[in-house]
């Protein structure tokens, strides 16, 4: 990972996950009626799973700018691109999944799936013009 713009993957990591907290929170009501684990979640979840969420985010980004690299995306058009095609092939088609094999409601996916839609755009867009 030589190469690698560390600060430009911090700051996506960052930024998707105060995305993706204004996200889940325009869907509260929503959630809470989809699943249990919604249901008593509280307002502000416990320090560590931030850690562990920035953490996550940070490896997402890690690997999506990995990616970028290997295939010579430098502009905005091919990071919303590789953005999109990470999309479709992971988070859609493993949400798709828990709906077929794991009774996941589809709405729940639905939710979870336009999270991963706007991480995955935002985090290629700034690794990508963040060189």
């Given at each position: 990972?030589?190469?690698?713009?560390?600060?430009?993957?911090?700051?996506?990591?960052?930024?998707?996950?105060?995305?993706?907290?204004?996200?889940?929170?325009?869907?509260?009501?929503?959630?809470?009626?989809?699943?249990?684990?919604?249901?008593?979640?509280?307002?502000?979840?416990?320090?560590?799973?931030?850690?562990?969420?920035?953490?996550?985010?940070?490896?997402?980004?890690?690997?999506?700018?990995?990616?970028?690299?290997?295939?010579?995306?430098?502009?905005?058009?091919?990071?919303?691109?590789?953005?999109?095609?990470?999309?479709?092939?992971?988070?859609?088609?493993?949400?798709?999944?828990?709906?077929?094999?794991?009774?996941?409601?589809?709405?729940?996916?639905?939710?979870?799936?336009?999270?991963?839609?706007?991480k995955l755009l935002v985090i290629a867009v700034i690794v990508t013009l963040w060189r």
């Amino acid at each position: 990972m030589i190469g690698l713009n560390f600060l430009a993957i911090a700051a996506a990591a960052i930024a998707v996950v105060v995305v993706s907290t204004v996200y889940y929170m325009a869907f509260t009501s929503q959630l809470r009626q989809l699943s249990p684990a919604y249901a008593t979640a509280d307002a502000r979840p416990p320090i560590w799973k931030l850690a562990v969420e920035l953490i996550r985010s940070f490896v997402v980004g890690a690997v999506v700018a990995g990616i970028a690299a290997l295939i010579g995306v430098v502009e905005l058009v091919g990071a919303v691109q590789l953005g999109m095609a990470l999309w479709v092939g992971f988070p859609v088609v493993l949400l798709t999944g828990s709906v077929i094999w794991e009774n996941v409601p589809p709405r729940l996916a639905a939710i979870h799936s336009g999270d991963w839609l706007l991480k995955l755009l935002v985090i290629a867009v700034i690794v990508t013009l963040w060189r």
